[in-house]
């Protein structure tokens, strides 16, 4: 085996051989979701890095990535056979290893190391190369989020104050609000910015699995566990863990939740002994918590807990003056992937943009964006035509205006008119959601509905 003392391991950590990592404890093993986490880690500090990647492509293009930010050797694990390694090496790999598709088929760490080319100079630990490292930028960065609004302001400062605390952070919004990327830019301004940073989605799992994810177990703990697997408290252990979802676990995992939070530890299922952790929890919900825990479904103490420093994100439709640069942020992002480059809005576009609600917030604009690229050819201006029907069916008002010589007072009264019925069509008649969605009060709503005869 190589004289190594630090990997980074990018991609499928569960596929880690956790027995062959606690047998060699000279050697220090990061882990990162991703190549786009592992580019915000000083790879200098690492000896090697390993690239469990999904298909070949995947990996051809990861090799790229990484070689321009002058990563170290990378061992290539992938399914495939013997032709797909040789373009693999060609493409920059140290060495390939086969990887099944299925889970929990991969090689332990003494193979993977073993497939390295020997003769790399030793370093120091990974923890000393980031301790003399210099920060590579100071806690207060600028955010890499887009908008312009006072609400977003307002927002990024609260970000940016919370990035400079150490205090736990639950970031409460809607779906589709940008949650993890805001817990992305706490992690970036912290002192933790050079340790890993794991999201995890607690609503994609069951319950008795996500503990597993969360805390690991030991080998032949539950049926299927031949090998025992760290959890992402212990993986994102010297960083920051973003719990998603956190208001649908049950009431026994926030339990368990909540003892790993004090006691800063965490025990594996079918584990006798706990193991410490050092690792920040940033939590985010679309739930109202407090009305959780009135009906019974969320734990009071879970939630002060998590609620040290809370962050509250507004909806797209709180800060409309954000919709279009978010717009033409998106086009010019996906643009340059789809290989079409300076795609525009027409004028009648932007003006759809700007009047529509998006209940689905900036996620239902990104897909908005990305449906209309598909759909136009390179340097085309997006028309009404290429939005999804819902948002044209904003011109229908203005249609039924035509030729017709109203007041300008007469014609936005006929638009509001639409708006209400339309939005409450969307909410089953449900009044309340229907105020919140047009961003006014349920006793404004009720106004104008009896003002326009809307029953």
Same mark, same amino acid.
């Given at each position: 085996m190589p004289s190594l003392r630090s990997i980074l391991w990018v991609g499928r950590a569960r596929e880690l051989d956790v027995e062959s990592v606690a047998a060699t404890p000279s050697l220090d093993v990061a882990w990162a979701r !991703? $190549?786009?986490?592992?580019?915000?880690?000083? @790879?200098?500090?690492?000896? /090697?890095?390993?690239?469990? #990647?999904?298909?070949?492509? +995947?990996?051809?293009?990861?090799?790229?990535? @990484?070689?321009?930010?002058?990563?170290? =050797?990378?061992?290539?694990?992938?399914?495939?056979?013997?032709?797909?390694?040789?373009?693999? &090496?060609?493409?920059? +790999?140290?060495?390939?290893? &086969? &990887?099944?598709?299925?889970?929990?088929?991969?090689?332990g760490l003494a193979e993977v190391l073993a497939a390295l080319p020997s003769g790399r100079p030793r370093r120091g630990p990974l923890r000393a190369a980031r301790a003399a490292k210099a920060p590579a930028e100071p806690a207060d960065a600028t955010p890499r989020i887009v908008g312009r609004s006072p609400a977003l302001r307002a927002l990024l400062d609260l970000v940016a104050r919370a990035a400079r605390s150490r205090a736990t952070v639950l970031l409460a919004g809607e779906t589709g609000t940008g949650k993890e990327l805001l817990a992305r830019e706490v992690h970036r301004g912290s002192t933790r910015r050079e340790g890993p940073f794991l999201a995890i989605n607690c609503a994609a799992f069951p319950?008795?699995?996500?503990?597993?994810?969360?805390?690991?177990? *030991?080998?032949?703990?539950?049926?299927?566990?031949?090998?025992?697997?760290?959890?992402?408290?212990?993986? #994102?252990?010297?960083?920051? @863990?973003?719990? !998603?979802?956190?208001?649908? %676990?049950? =009431?026994?995992?926030? /339990?368990?939740?909540?003892?790993?939070?004090?006691?800063?530890? $965490?025990?594996?299922?079918?584990?006798?002994?706990?193991?410490?952790?050092? $690792?920040?929890?940033?939590?985010? %919900?679309?739930?109202?918590?407090? +009305?959780?825990?009135? +009906?019974?479904?969320?734990?009071?103490?879970?939630?002060?807990?998590?609620?040290?420093?809370? $962050?509250?994100?507004?909806?797209?439709?709180?800060?409309?003056?954000?919709?279009?640069?978010l717009a033409e942020h998106f086009l010019q992002r996906h643009g340059a992937r789809e290989g079409k480059p300076d795609c525009?809005?027409?004028?009648? %576009?932007?003006? @759809?943009?700007?009047?529509?609600?998006?209940?689905?917030? *900036?996620?239902?604009?990104?897909?908005?964006?990305?449906?209309?690229?598909?759909?136009?050819?390179?340097? #085309?201006?997006i028309q009404p035509e290429q939005l999804s029907a819902h948002l044209r069916a904003a011109l229908d008002p203005m249609a039924e205006a035509g030729p017709r010589a109203d007041s300008l007072r007469e014609t936005l009264a006929r638009v509001e008119a639409w708006l209400i019925r339309r939005a409450l069509d969307a909410h089953g008649g449900r009044r309340s959601a229907t105020a919140r969605t047009l961003g006014i009060t349920r006793e404004g709503l009720y106004k104008k509905m009896k003002r326009y005869g809307i029953e």
């Open positions: !991703d $190549v786009g986490d592992a580019l915000a880690l000083p @790879l200098a500090a690492f000896d /090697a890095l390993v690239l469990d #990647a999904e298909d070949p492509d +995947a990996a051809r293009r990861d090799l790229a990535r @990484l070689g321009e930010a002058g990563a170290p =050797p990378v061992v290539v694990r992938v399914p495939g056979d013997a032709p797909v390694w040789t373009e693999l &090496r060609r493409a920059g +790999a140290a060495s390939v290893l &086969r &990887r099944a598709p299925q889970a929990g088929s991969g090689h319950d008795t699995l996500l503990e597993s994810e969360l805390f690991g177990h *030991v080998r032949g703990a539950f049926t299927g566990a031949e090998r025992a697997r760290s959890g992402v408290f212990e993986q #994102a252990n010297g960083g920051t @863990l973003f719990l !998603d979802e956190i208001g649908e %676990t049950s =009431p026994s995992l926030q /339990a368990k939740l909540l003892r790993a939070l004090q006691e800063r530890e $965490v025990r594996p299922v079918g584990g006798a002994r706990a193991r410490p952790v050092d $690792v920040r929890v940033i939590a985010a %919900t679309n739930r109202e918590l407090r +009305a959780e825990i009135a +009906a019974g479904r969320f734990r009071a103490d879970l939630y002060y807990r998590l609620a040290v420093f809370p $962050v509250n994100v507004p909806p797209l439709r709180a800060r409309p003056e954000d919709v279009l640069p525009r809005l027409a004028g009648q %576009t932007a003006d @759809l943009l700007r009047a529509h609600t998006w209940p689905g917030n *900036v996620r239902e604009l990104e897909n908005e964006m990305q449906r209309a690229l598909a759909l136009v050819e390179a340097g #085309a201006e």
